[in-house]
């Protein structure tokens, strides 16, 4: 038997032939973050991450931090905003560390230092989404699409695309231009999207984990975990 207590959002299982003791379920919704998209320009950001103004979400610290079997404690600390550009939508991600580590090609960059990031067109777009990650794959700075909302073929993007650079010793920028008819972004008011930026600290040749903002990417693939970007509809 089953019984739900709407108002403790507990769920109590009994059995029936009473062989086995109650089992309590306890419920707790889950929070979803949100960020505004900025349409005004935006200042280059500090050289600094402790410097950084507040144009800039930060993602740091062991709440933010996904262990994939490496066994370290992370170093590394990201932030990122979010820009409309003109028939694109800008991201910019920073993240701090001393180097990047990335033997992988394109299609399996996500195993290396790599930003990986999924959206919806809006929270009606049901169980489809476009997942994309961003890395520097054998020299080059590579957006690779592995699935898309409209079908698209999985492979490196043509009008899309991303740059990756050095800001100081320890602080990377990559900038992301996502051209909105090569992926059907639309301007709508609520986009679901989630990021991940995967580290494989220490030389090792696989993922040891990952920073999120959001969820639905790194540990199993679903949309309704996915954050929100705010965005003004014209």
């Known amino acids: 038997m089953c019984i739900r207590d709407s108002c403790s959002g507990v769920i109590l299982l009994n059995d029936r032939n009473e062989a086995m003791e109650p089992l309590a379920i306890h419920l707790h919704r889950r929070k979803v973050e949100s960020v505004s998209v900025r349409t005004e320009p935006l200042p280059e950001p500090a050289s600094d991450y402790d410097k950084l103004d507040s144009s800039w979400t930060r993602i740091a610290g062991m709440e933010h931090w996904r262990d994939c079997g490496g066994g370290h404690i992370p170093s590394i600390r990201a932030a990122f905003r979010v820009r409309e550009g003109t028939d694109e939508l800008i991201l910019e991600f920073l993240v701090e560390s001393s180097s990047l580590c990335q033997p992988f090609a394109p299609a399996e960059s996500w195993q290396g230092d790599s930003i990986q990031f999924a959206f919806q067109r809006d929270e009606k777009s049901g169980g489809k989404f476009t997942e994309l990650c961003a890395a520097r794959c054998e020299g080059r700075d590579v957006l690779y699409c592995f699935r898309s909302e409209f ?33 059907g972004i639309e301007r709508t008011a609520r986009m679901p999207f989630s990021f991940i930026i995967n580290s494989a600290a220490g030389g090792r040749d696989f993922r040891a984990g990952y920073l999120f903002w959001g969820d639905g990417i790194g540990n199993g693939k679903n949309p309704r975990l996915f954050n929100r970007l705010l965005r003004v509809v014209p």
């Open 151 to 183: 079908g698209a073929t999985p492979g490196e993007l043509c009008r899309s695309r991303c740059r990756i650079e050095r800001l100081s010793s320890g602080l990377w920028r990559c900038c992301v231009n996502l051209n909105a008819a090569e992926l």
